[in-house]
C-alpha cells in the first residue's frame, strides 16, 4: 500500500502492530485510549483507516463505533474491530454499527494485511463513487418528484432490502419493484441502485423519512 495511507491505531497493546505495519507502507499513529482517538479523529489529522480493539480501559470498541458513524467527517474512514474476543454477537453488533471488518486475535499477518487492503479498496470504491455523485440543488429537488411508492421503495433499499423483501413489505410484486427502480433512477438521474442509494445518503434522505 502507499505510504500515504494513514491508519489510526488504538489497542491497549499495539507494540507488534505498531512495529509490522510500517513495514508495509503504512503510516501507523497509535494510542490506547478511546479519548487519545477522539482527539486525534478531531484534529485537522484525516485518517483512512482505524483499527481498534473491542476493550479498552475507557471505552468499548461499540461506543467508538457508535461515535465515529454519527459524525459525517469519518464516513470515508474504513474501521476495524480487532479483539481477541471471538463472540457472535459483538460481531454482528459491531457490522450493524458499520465496522468493516472483525478480526479475531491473534493475528495471522498475510490474512491480516489481506483485509486491509479489502477494507481499503472497498473505502476508495466508495469516495470514487461519492466523488463522481455531486449533489447540488437540482438534484435535491429530484426527491421531490419521486411518488410516494417510489420514495417507500427508496426507503427500504437504502436500509440494504433486497427486492423481494422489499416487495414482501410494502406487498408488492417483484416486477412492480424493479418497476419503481426504474423510475427512481430514472428521476434521479442515476445510472443504478448503488448511485441511488449514495444520493439519497448524501441529501439525507434516508434521515428524513
Do not use: W
Request: charged fraction near 25%; proline fraction near 2%.
Amino acid at each position: 500500500m502507499s505510504d500515504l495511507t494513514k491508519i489510526l491505531l488504538v489497542d491497549n497493546n499495539p507494540k507488534y502492530l505498531e512495529q509490522v505495519l510500517p513495514l508495509y507502507g503504512y503510516n501507523v499513529t497509535t494510542v490506547n485510549k478511546a479519548c487519545d482517538a477522539f482527539n486525534l479523529l478531531n484534529s485537522e489529522e484525516n485518517y483512512d483507516l482505524m483499527i481498534t480493539d473491542m476493550f479498552l480501559s475507557d471505552a468499548d470498541g461499540l461506543e467508538i463505533l457508535k461515535k465515529v458513524k454519527s459524525n459525517r467527517k469519518f464516513q470515508n474512514m474504513g474501521i476495524i474491530v480487532l479483539t481477541s474476543l471471538d463472540d457472535d454477537k459483538k460481531i454482528i453488533s459491531s457490522l450493524k454499527l458499520g465496522a468493516d471488518d472483525y478480526i479475531v486475535k491473534p493475528v495471522v499477518l498475510p490474512v491480516f494485511l489481506a483485509r486491509i487492503e479489502a477494507v481499503l479498496r472497498r473505502i476508495n470504491k466508495q469516495k470514487n463513487l461519492l466523488s463522481n455523485t455531486n449533489v447540488t440543488i437540482n438534484q435535491a429537488d429530484y426527491f421531490n418528484s419521486l411518488t410516494k411508492r417510489e420514495k417507500d421503495v427508496l426507503l427500504l433499499v437504502t436500509r440494504g432490502e433486497s427486492n423481494k423483501s422489499v416487495a414482501k413489505k410494502l406487498v408488492l410484486s417483484e416486477i412492480t419493484v424493479k418497476s419503481h427502480l426504474n423510475s427512481i433512477f430514472k428521476k434521479l438521474h442515476v445510472a443504478n441502485r448503488t448511485q441511488a442509494v449514495l444520493l439519497a445518503m448524501r441529501t439525507n434522505f434516508a434521515k428524513t423519512k
